[in-house]
């Protein structure tokens, strides 16, 4: 079957405009998470999804980040107005079910991410 | 509050070499721990995992034990190949909540053959 799928592979945008990411979790999962990767860092969680709400969006830098998600689909992260600093790799991941009381680790398996770089 | 240290690479070995890639963790309570692996051109996967005290997780002839009294989970395999070349990171989470992992800086290693 099809894995998380991200769009688009590769952004460049100018400073100070707005871009819109996509990711399409696996069908099924309920559990959504998006995480970046700065050049030379590892990968920082930003936001997790459980259906279409957001338990858990502490790690979201700033407030010209946001994201929504439509029911247990297709999740978009919004960035505005954005900065040379925003530059890195864009994951997402999903998961059959997300956190809360659970007593297993629920393996989360993530799409290819996508560069955005802004100039 | 949670977090992972790994190695610095880049790594270069020769084939058949054994490779040890270490990491620490902190944490509070009993987080699970995780090595993930990105492949070139490919997204992030699952390697290996241990959830408790002592548990060894191994894949694909790698192994890694969860040591709490050193707060380790070191990386280890005894001959590499070729096709190992990968960039691996080191992570935890904490089973309750929103199980977001937390992920070390990734070591980037090259087998030559």
């Known amino acids: 079957g099809a894995g998380v799928s991200q ?34 860092q590892g990968l920082e969680f930003l936001i997790y999804f459980q259906g279409n709400s957001a338990p858990d969006k502490s790690g979201l830098p700033s407030d010209r980040f946001s994201a929504e998600r439509t029911g247990e689909s297709v999740s978009t992260l919004t960035i505005q107005r954005t900065q040379q600093e925003d530059s890195a790799v864009y994951l997402c991941a999903s998961s059959p079910r997300g956190g809360g009381q659970q007593s297993s680790y629920n393996e989360q398996f993530f799409g290819p991410g996508t560069r955005l770089t802004v100039l | 509050g949670n977090s992972v240290t790994q190695m610095e690479g880049p790594v270069t070995l020769s084939e058949e070499a054994f490779l040890t890639i270490n990491c620490t963790y902190t944490a509070t309570g009993y987080p699970s721990l995780f090595w993930y692996v990105q492949y070139p051109g490919e997204g992030l996967q699952l390697l290996l995992k241990a959830t408790k005290a002592d548990d060894k997780g191994s894949n694909k002839g790698f192994e890694a034990t969860y040591r709490k009294e050193t707060t380790s989970f070191h990386l280890e395999k005894g001959s590499v190949q070729v096709s190992d070349s990968a960039v691996y990171f080191c992570a935890l989470i904490r089973i309750q909540g929103a199980q977001k992992l937390v992920f070390g800086q990734g070591t980037r290693l090259t087998i030559n053959p």
Not at chain 1, 10 to 36: F, M, Q
């Open chain 1, 7 to 40: 769009s688009p592979s590769n952004k460049v945008t100018e400073k100070g405009k707005d871009v819109e990411l996509r990711c399409d979790p696996i069908s099924g999962h309920t559990a959504l998470y998006w995480y970046r990767q700065r050049l030379g």
